[in-house]
């Protein structure tokens, strides 16, 4: 909490003395300043008031004015601030902030030490500690004494504003009088104590220690009689008065001199009498806003309990969630300031709220706070996750004599693949280090990424905190420390029912109420808590609310010369200067920004965001142009940043140009290990080539390749990220009909392989044939060659699987051969990805085991993340066939923590696929059925192409073992007939469950095979069933002799996505209907060593 006696950072504060007891007055180096009109003299007073606590903008606006403040009254303040600033610092460099009078939401505040203000000296002296020695101790109240010239802040004594902490200084004076007249007539002083209490016992007839003190200095004289007479003077006033009688102390005085004891006349070994406080009466100085947060002592408790466990037993990670303004980041930075205050060492990293940031930002962030800065010696930087995450250990490992280390990865729901890779890094190395890891986030905005990183990390989450609304009391807590005062029952349930407990929101609505009052909270705003800030930013002066929207317009920390730049007010130069720089003074102390020499930053996000929305949109694309004027003019202006602008200011006359700025950022992300985030760059870089026409056959063919390469670079980018498979598709297919057009085999070959990325699982909608596709890279096989035959031969595999599953291991086979001959280890992983993608299916299953080995070291020796993570995917599926659930567990938690963004999605999708297998092993089908129904949800809103099928098949699982697929005949006669080999024998169980036999036998007898790639076990469970309910005995034994292989197997486990039980479940029952009943028995027997098999791997798992 800001204090009075902290002093300034420079030494302007050592050579200022402001003088208030007595008229004002203010001295630099000893000479008298000019501290300007009453008014503006006011504002100093007022502040040293606050005895150097904050005091709002709208307290000293009323105060000033008297409670009828003037419409410009702000502006008035702040430019009274400003001027006052100028004559108390005038050495100051520009734009250095200013360290004497400073802003501090959400006002203004004194930073001097107590020696630079004559009464803060002189309260230090009164209330401090005695000195040893009891002569020193009466110098030291002799000096604090002579600093009183008159009444306390002169000319302002009057105001009501000043006359509380007027009274309190005259209390305190008294309370020093009586220190000192205690220890002067102890030390041969009487006659001057005398003197002096003469004049304060008539100024206070009642104070009763005058008046002992008093009699006592004229005792010590040899004034008996005038001694008694002052006491007579004492007890007639108090009868007459008051009624009462004088205080024993006093009565015994009186006694001790008539009967002239021996104790008067010699004084006792001096003793310093303690301070007697003054009743310190209503508080002047507003409330500090920099205090802990109200409502949260729980969550703090909680989380430092968590911060014990990391200093002694290693890295922990705490998650904390809540929505916007829910008071993530603040509890966050409390958390850091204790430990702090406890010699922990602390990092902030703030995940960017727009784009334009360099990879893993927050991470970058913490590094400079870390104190590491760039080596100039590597080549690299800090251009890889690798190295971000050594600088990080590094620097952690150099504050080793710290008992610990706290992180904190703020705004973790915007979080970039990077960011989340350095954070899984991190916890690997870093796993016995005494550090604990707090990542907040809003839970609705958290992508499929962070879901997975959760998911990777939980062997060293510690918790998962959701912050709910404050309590009555964190309300009225929070809304007194911005000014509000008691909030009463009435005034909580309109905080309460306005804000739901919402820190951010109790907070803007208990200032807009301290300020306007109630009524302004009933009747004039509408729900939001954009509503309340804006009606707050309206009320602030013009130029304010200009420097806001400028600022908001590079995002949440934006250049103080970018704001200039922007700025048209007064033309430039210093005088421009001046006004922003004045603005920004006033947004500080109204709590909206902070500033720093170079920059200011919103307060938080919702700020920013209110405010960029306000711009309309044609000035804000106009200066989003500007903008980008301004950073080519800064030497190594970051590419993405210039990119973010340029396509939000794009005009007519400077498309080309954007196109240019975007393309070459879009490149640069591309190139780095996280492809994927470079979607959205390729994606606007696709947009403006649309937008100047270039799609169109009239465009110049230099024009329309270049929006080909674009549209093949997003296509990878898409496949990366991996969730949105559907648009991946189309402009994939957009690419190769402009390639087409052009007739240009080069560029028809790109659009045909530029789907580079790992493939776990199908990237066709219901695995429906793309003939129009397959045909393409049919012709275009033979003219394909050395590494681009490789990636051809790649992409027609994930075209075919599933439709022709033969011709895709063929050519998957033929990859494998070709990509050895190459020396590229990008197209060999994605050689030997396919490859091992068609052995899922029956037909190349028994070499999946060495296959997925050989996957797992070509990905390893290449040291490509995705495909390191594809590898313990497969070889989870792996894993899973032989029925190891806790292998396939421990496979697909390794996955996670080397996967990229889009990788770690899918593999959150197949742990929670996963998770309802194993329940629904397990016997809870009911929870089974709730993490179906969840991951489908979470699927679909990711624009999933397959989370329809995922859905599907997971209702299937359900209505298996419910012993119905009944309900299911709708939804399966739909998708039978675009997927026959898929779902028909699915459907024919249906029917038959549904009492629709004639309808299933007809189904049946049309049926074609099932498609034989990873769900051939699934849905060959329901081929049997089918078989043996329709008693179709030829089929039925032609479908057991090859069935008989997979004895000893859990059917549909090898997907690692859906179970329907033992094999031999299926497999006795046809043996019974073909009569061979000693095979039922074995197979009933080799059901049961599967179960036992599986509730051994359950009870691993600690799921028994």
């Not at 630099?28 to 150097?52: F, I």
């Not at 879901?451 to 009555?472: C, E, P, Q, Y």
């Not at 039922?1080 to 028994?1104: F, P």
Request: with cysteine; glycine share 8%.
């Amino acid at each position: 909490m800001a204090v009075r006696g902290a002093g300034p950072a420079g030494d302007a504060g050592s050579r200022l003395r402001i003088s208030v007891l007595g008229s004002l007055s203010c001295e630099l180096d000893s000479e008298p300043l000019d501290l300007g009109p009453r008014r503006q003299r006011a504002v100093l007073a007022r502040l040293v008031a606050g005895r150097g606590r904050v005091v709002s903008t709208d307290r000293l606006i009323d105060d000033l004015w008297n409670g009828e403040p003037p419409p410009k009254a702000l502006a008035g303040l702040q430019v009274q601030v400003s001027n006052l600033r100028r004559v108390i610092e005038p050495s100051r460099p520009p734009r250095a902030p200013a360290t004497v009078l400073v802003s501090e939401q959400p006002g203004y505040a004194l930073r001097l030490p107590d020696a630079a203000v004559d009464a803060w000296e002189f309260e230090a002296t009164v209330t401090g500690a005695a000195s040893d020695s009891p002569e020193r101790r009466l110098d030291e109240l002799d000096a604090a004494l002579r600093l009183w010239r008159g009444d306390p802040y002169g000319g302002f004594a009057g105001d009501s504003w000043a006359q509380p902490e007027v009274a309190r200084l005259h209390d305190l004076r008294r309370s020093a009088i009586e220190q000192w007249a205690a220890l002067a007539v102890d030390h041969g002083r009487a006659a001057q104590v005398a003197q002096v209490l003469a004049a304060e016992c008539d100024d206070q007839p009642a104070r009763e220690e005058f008046f002992r003190l008093f009699a006592l200095a004229l005792y010590r004289l040899g004034r008996q009689a005038d001694a008694l007479a002052a006491l007579r003077r004492l007890r007639s006033y108090l009868a007459d008065e008051l009624g009462v009688d004088p205080a024993p102390a006093i009565q015994q005085l009186e006694r001790d001199i008539l009967q002239q004891s021996s104790s008067l006349d010699t004084p006792a070994v001096p003793q310093t009498p303690a301070p007697a406080m003054p009743s310190p009466g209503p508080s002047t100085a507003a409330p500090d806003e920099r205090r802990e947060p109200a409502g949260r002592e729980d969550e703090l408790v909680l989380l430092s309990g968590h911060a014990d466990t990391a200093a002694a037993d290693g890295l922990r990670v705490v998650w904390v969630s809540a929505e916007a303004g829910g008071g993530k980041s603040t509890l966050a930075q409390t958390l850091v300031g204790r430990l702090e205050s406890g010699g922990w060492v602390g990092a902030t990293g703030h995940c960017p709220e727009v784009d334009g940031a360099p990879t893993a930002w927050a991470w970058r962030e913490m590094l400079q706070q870390l104190a590491v800065q760039r080596d100039s010696n590597t080549s690299e930087g800090l251009d890889t996750t690798f190295d971000i995450a050594r600088r990080m250990v590094d620097a952690c490992a150099a504050r080793s004599t710290a008992p610990g280390t706290i992180l904190v990865l703020d705004d973790a729901h915007r979080a970039d693949g990077a960011t989340l890779q350095v954070l899984r890094q991190l916890v690997t190395w870093m796993a016995r280090s005494p550090i604990l890891v707090l990542v907040t986030y809003r839970a609705s905005e958290a992508g499929v990424d962070l879901l997975a990183t959760t998911a990777s990390l939980a062997a060293v989450t510690a918790d998962h905190v959701d912050l709910k609304g404050l309590s009555d009391n964190g309300i009225r807590e929070l809304a007194r420390s911005v000014g509000l005062g008691d909030v009463d029952a009435t005034l909580l349930d309109l905080l309460r029912s306005r804000t739901d407990g919402n820190p951010l929101f109790t907070r803007e609505l208990a200032k807009l109420i301290a300020s306007r009052g109630p009524s302004e909270a009933v009747d004039g705003i509408p729900d939001g808590v954009k509503n309340v800030l804006l009606q707050r930013i309206q009320r602030l002066p013009a130029e304010v609310a200009t420097v806001l929207r400028l600022a908001a317009l590079f995002g949440r920390t934006a250049p103080i010369d970018g704001v200039l730049a922007l700025w048209s007010r007064s033309g430039g130069g210093a005088a421009a200067e001046d006004e922003v720089l004045d603005a920004v003074d006033t947004a500080v102390a109204a709590g909206l920004l902070t500033a720093d020499i170079d920059s200011v930053h919103f307060n938080h996000v919702l700020v920013r965001d209110t405010v960029y929305d306000s711009v309309p949109a044609l000035r804000k694309r106009r200066l989003h142009w500007q903008i980008v004027k301004f950073l080519e003019r800064v030497p190594d202006a970051d590419p993405d940043e210039l990119a973010h602008h340029a396509a939000l200011g794009v005009a007519t006359d400077t498309l080309d140009h954007a196109i240019e700025l975007v393309t070459r950022a879009a490149r640069a992300r591309f190139r780095t290990e996280f492809k994927a985030d470079s979607a959205e760059s390729w994606r606007s870089a696709v947009l403006l080539h649309e937008s100047a026409g270039h799609a169109g056959a009239d465009a110049r063919a230099a024009d329309r390749r270049a929006l080909v390469d674009a549209l093949t670079h997003l296509v990878t980018a898409l496949a990366f990220r991996g969730d949105d498979t559907i648009e991946a598709r189309e402009r994939r297919r957009q690419a190769l009909d402009l390639a087409r057009g052009l007739g240009d085999d080069d560029l028809v070959m790109s659009a045909l392989t530029c789907w580079r990325a790992p493939v776990i699982w199908t990237i066709r909608r219901q695995r429906v044939a793309d003939t129009e596709l397959i045909a393409a890279m049919t012709d275009a096989l033979p003219r394909a060659t050395d590494v681009q035959r490789v990636y051809l031969l790649v992409s027609a595999v994930f075209e075919l699987e599933g439709i022709d599953d033969l011709h895709a291991i063929g050519l998957a086979e033929q990859a494998v051969q070709a990509a050895t001959q190459h020396d590229d280890p990008e197209a060999l992983c994605a050689a030997w990805n396919a490859r091992v993608y068609t052995a899922l299916g029956p037909d190349a299953s028994a070499g999946l085991p060495d296959f997925t080995d050989e996957f797992a070291r070509v990905a390893r020796e290449s040291g490509i993340l995705a495909y390191q993570a594809a590898a313990h995917f497969f070889s989870f599926l792996a894993r899973a066939a032989q029925t190891d659930l806790p292998g396939a567990a421990s496979e697909v938690q390794q996955g996670l923590r080397s996967a990229s963004a889009g990788r770690a999605g899918e593999l959150v999708v197949v742990l929670s696929a996963f998770s309802a297998v194993l329940e629904a092993l397990g016997g809870d089908i009911d929870r089974a059925e709730g993490e179906y129904r969840d991951l489908t949800a979470r699927l679909e809103a990711a624009g999933a192409v397959n989370a329809a099928e995922i859905g599907l098949v997971g209702e299937m699982v359900i209505g298996w073992f419910r012993g119905s697929l009944a309900h299911l005949v709708e939804p399966l006669g739909v998708v039978v007939g675009a997927a026959p080999q898929m779902v028909s024998w699915p459907y024919v169980v249906a029917l038959l469950d549904a009492g629709r036999p004639d309808e299933a036998r007809r189904v049946a007898e049309t049926a074609p095979p099932v498609s034989r790639d990873f769900y051939w076990t699934a849905m060959s469970v329901f081929h049997a069933r089918a078989l043996v309910r329709l008693q179709m005995v030829e089929a039925a034994a032609e479908l057991y002799d090859e069935l008989r292989r997979w004895s000893g197997t859990v059917a549909g486990l090898n997907s690692g996505s859906v179970v329907f039980g033992p094999m031999d479940v299926v497999l006795a029952e046809l043996a019974e209907l073909l009569g061979d009943h000693a095979a039922a028995a074995d197979h009933r027997r080799s059901e049961a060593k599967v179960r036992a098999e599986v509730e051994s791997g359950l009870t691993a798992l600690g799921r028994r």
